[in-house]
């Protein structure tokens, strides 16, 4: 996930290298971050953004340590419909602002898994 980060700034992720990782058209992603998509190149630092990001790259990287990889993560971020969260996408869960949700969802299938 460090290669996420924004090179100008070093505790701030950079949203177009975020947007590009995912192929997120720049709109669809201001959307998910609940930002203007002007936002996105004009104003990186947004606290809105930058937690939309941050909650991400925590559901990514638990994702990545279930799966195997990190590519394998963010296919399944993006694309994989939940059963137990009405079929949406991780995604959208966490632009709806359930990031806790779907890493205790994440828990349960490494529990599942291990135990």
């Given amino acids: 996930m460090m290669q996420l980060k924004d090179d100008s700034r070093p505790a701030t992720i950079s949203p177009v290298k975020f947007a590009s990782a995912l192929d ?8 998910l971050a609940h ?3 002007n936002t996105v190149r004009n104003n990186p630092n947004s606290p809105d953004l930058q937690r939309f990001m941050r909650d991400s790259v925590r559901v990514l ?4 340590d ?3 990889s990190v590519g394998d ?4 971020f993006r694309n994989h419909p939940i059963r137990d969260f009405d079929r949406k996408t991780a995604d959208l869960l966490v632009s709806e602002g ?9 828990d349960s299938l490494e ?5």
Wanted: charged share 15%; no cysteine.
């Fill in 111 to 115: 529990a599942g898994a291990t135990g």
């Fill in 61 to 64: 990287q638990a994702a990545a």
């Fill in 24 to 31: 997120y058209q720049l709109q669809d992603f201001a959307a």
């Fill in 35 to 37: 930002v203007h998509r």
């Fill in 73 to 76: 993560a963010l296919f399944w």
């Fill in 98 to 106: 359930k990031t806790d949700a779907v890493l205790g969802y994440l």
């Fill in 66 to 68: 279930l799966r195997g």
